[in-house]
């Protein structure tokens, strides 16, 4: 028997979610990635030794609200580097820029703190699932206005029939996922 590729062993062990949130939408979930400790540090190490290359090593990871948050805080421990939350508005304490972004049925506004970063900083931007790529493009944007150069895009999914990770690498902001979806 072939022993299984990375990304196919972490494929194996994503829920499709039938009809959830809405009908028609098979719901990409991630959680039965971190319960299990074997399969949760196959995918961080996944992300880990791909940015431990210098080439691509950054300074700080930011994570996106709110799973974004699990991967990129342990990804940064690992790298021994910073991490900076992005959240929904509302959530962050301190001073902040904030970024509104389209959503499917609305929009949505998402904070940085204004020291979160510095000029010149090289960024991982990461989160669990690329669907139209609006989260990415706003988080993108703030760490920008702060003068950070977002280095590239992470996601464990790509849903690359939304459309998301088209947009976001024709806006130049380079990608890794190790696992994608046909169907949304």
């Not at 690992?78 to 929904?88: A, Y």
Request: proline share 7%.
């Amino acid at each position: 028997m072939q022993p299984l590729s990375v990304n196919e062993y972490l494929r194996q062990h994503i829920r499709t979610v039938p009809d959830w949130p809405a009908p028609g939408v098979q719901f990409r979930d991630i959680t039965p990635l971190l319960q299990d400790p074997k399969v949760f540090r196959v995918l961080i190490d996944a992300f880990v030794h791909r940015y431990m290359d210098k080439a691509l090593r950054p300074d700080v990871v930011a994570g996106l609200d709110a799973r974004g948050f699990i991967l990129g805080a342990v990804v940064a421990y690992e790298l021994n580097v910073g991490f900076v939350p992005i959240r929904k508005k509302g959530k962050l304490p301190f001073t902040t820029v904030e970024e509104t972004y389209e959503l499917e049925y609305g929009s949505a506004t998402v904070e940085l703190h204004t020291d979160a970063v510095k000029p010149g900083d090289r960024v991982l931007l990461i989160d669990d699932l690329i669907a139209t790529g609006g989260t990415m493009m706003a988080g993108r944007k703030l760490l920008e206005k702060l003068g950070a150069t977002v280095t590239e895009g992470a996601a464990i999914v790509d849903l690359p029939e939304l459309g998301g990770s088209s947009r976001l690498r024709e806006s130049g902001l380079p990608l890794y996922t190790l696992v994608d979806f046909e169907g949304h």
